[in-house]
Nanobody, 123 residues
Framework: QVQLVESGGGSVQAGGSLRLSCAAS????????MGWFRQAPGKEREFVTA????????IYTDSVKGRFTVSRDNAKNTVYLQMNSLKPEDTAVYYC????????????????WGQGTQVTVSS
């Protein structure tokens, strides 16, 4: 079983920054990619970014390109999401997820999920 724990969420004003972390534990050896998703109240869960454990290559949804940066520390089994120039529309619960294959944007492609961490951006 794999456990994912997100941290680093909080409340900031528009234009501010936050750095989220996702620590993985358990049987993660077969997992190849980590994704970040977010869900605002009353809305569908949406893709944010995903990164390959092996190469570090990443993909992003258009709305966060140039503002968010995903990175990973393989030795620590931890993935980070640096969020800059935050906007009120970034307000959501942010989830990290693991899958065994390559980076993907579909939530259904991921096998393990964390509990989420709240990000609130005020105007």
């Amino acid at each position: 079983q794999v456990q994912l724990v997100e941290s680093g969420g909080g409340s900031v004003q528009a234009g501010g920054s936050l750095r989220l972390s996702c620590a993985a534990s358990g049987r993660t050896f077969s997992s190849n990619a980590m994704g970040w998703f977010r869900q605002a109240p009353g809305k569908e869960r949406e893709f944010v970014t995903a990164i390959s454990w092996s190469s570090g290559s990443a993909i992003y949804t258009d709305s966060v390109k140039g503002r968010f940066t995903v990175s990973r520390d393989n030795a620590k089994n931890t993935v980070y999401l640096q969020m800059n120039s935050l906007k009120p529309e970034d307000t959501a619960v942010y989830y990290c997820a693991l899958r065994s294959g390559n980076v993907r944007s579909a939530s259904a492609a991921y096998d393990y999920w964390g509990q989420g961490t709240q990000v609130t951006v005020s105007s």
